[in-house]
């Protein structure tokens, strides 16, 4: 007898069902939730209206902030709304949306990351070619790029969402996660797991280390540099690294550990 049957719709198990632990989470999630949208708006609201910021360092950092700004809206308000109640179904259409936007979002951000690192790299060991590296033509084009690339790479992870379970439709998780609905197809998941590192590889891994020589090429070159030059250019990229660390740190546990 055939155990595999077509979907509808999934259920979130989320964090918890006690009820004490929701509205603690609820609370510690909605304050991350707020600083993080009213943080992004007011950074992209501040890049927009200040004349010196119209540079291309801060023409990404506003469009790393509308990222960020998307990517907690996919996931954080449905997580809130579901540690208020029992009914925590969602269609499968709307997962795969929820799972696309996720990944496009995710996708995205790695290689917008790689853009500043690039341009951290034009700005402090090729200072006198910046000018014409880092046009506003060629920084248009090359966010422009990014995100159909994105947009491109992302469809095919999105297909992966399996659409014959064994009996079963509970995600161990709060929103639609790639590797979270995978685990619940019955049918041979290796293929659909090459599929993930391979994407996971292009997304993630690569962007971060075309970062990791962008740094090394930007620190061998501040090292030759004495004074307070030297704290400038240190300066100019912590926070970025700081991001890159963390950002990646998580991705590749997530998709590459154990």
């Not at 996660?177 to 797991?193: G, P, R």
């Not at 004074?227 to 690294?241: M, N």
Request: charged letters at 10%; hydrophobic letters at 50%.
């Amino acid at each position: 007898m055939d155990n595999k049957t077509v979907i509808t719709e999934l259920i979130l198990l989320g964090f918890s069902t006690d009820l004490s632990v929701n509205i603690a989470l609820f609370f510690t999630f909605l304050i991350i939730y707020l600083v993080t949208i009213i943080g992004n708006g007011l950074i992209i609201c501040i890049i927009l209206v200040t004349p010196r910021l119209h540079v291309p360092m801060y023409f990404f950092l506003c469009n790393l902030s509308f990222i960020d700004f998307c990517y907690s809206s996919t996931a954080v308000p449905r997580l809130l709304s579901d540690l208020f109640s029992t009914h925590r179904t969602i269609s499968i259409l709307a997962c795969g949306i929820q799972l696309y936007i996720i990944l496009l979002m995710g996708g995205t951000e790695c290689q917008l990351l790689v853009l500043m690192a690039y341009d951290r790299y034009i700005a402090i060991c090729r200072p006198l070619r910046y000018p014409v590296l880092m046009r506003w033509s060629i920084c248009y084009k090359l966010v422009a790029f990014v995100w159909v690339c994105s947009f491109m790479i992302n469809v095919f992870p999105t297909f992966l969402l399996p659409l014959k379970l064994c009996n079963q439709n509970h995600i161990n998780h709060f929103m639609c996660e790639l590797l979270a609905v995978n685990k619940l197809t019955c049918e041979d998941i290796y293929s659909n797991e090459l599929g993930i590192f391979s994407i996971s590889f292009v997304s993630l891994l690569l962007p971060f280390l075309l970062i990791l020589v962008s740094y090394i090429c930007i620190l061998s070159s501040v090292l030759m540099i004495r004074g307070a030059e030297r704290s400038k250019a240190f300066s100019t990229c912590t926070s970025h690294v700081i991001v890159v660390i963390l950002f990646f740190g998580t991705g590749m546990f997530t998709y590459f550990g154990p």
